[in-house]
């Protein structure tokens, strides 16, 4: 059994960190939802920012009336444009889970502590970046081109934002970390 876990120690350790991380980033970031949820019937404070940042870039290129408002259930804000409903922003859009998992598989992969937190920070802030993108771009895919929205919500805005995701652990694995091809 020893032989084993010292043949595979590599594996075993990846899985314990990347695991081990995801939870505890998980566990964290649930409390911190269910703390807003039994406190105050709002929406937590990063889908908030979410929304509204979405916003102000749809009015920074140029979309007039733009308005981010709470929806009356609470749960979710609504973006508006000139009176049109385009957008839901609920807690799975703001882009918090994405980071977890993210920052959970570069932990796994842990190359020298600098690096690693400023690759950590840096990838996080493009995936936050790359999710307000997204939603402004559904936005007005909605409102100009309302045929593509399924597509461009389940498919394309899915597959784009994961597919970054991807890229940044390659880039990570072959650039950063002891783990490069021989």
Known sequence: MLKLIKKYKTVLRFIFVFLGSYFLFSSAYNAFLLFYEQTQPVP??????????????????????????MHYTGLSMKLMVEGYFLAGIVEGCNSASIIILFTSFILAFFGKTSTTLIYIFAGATLIYATNILRIVILSVSILEYPQYSGFMHTIFFPLAIYGMVFLLWLVWIRIFTKYKKA
């Open 44 to 69: 937590d404070a990063i889908t908030r920012l979410v929304a509204y940042q979405s916003g102000d870039l749809m009015h920074a290129l140029g979309y007039d009336n733009v308005k981010v408002v």
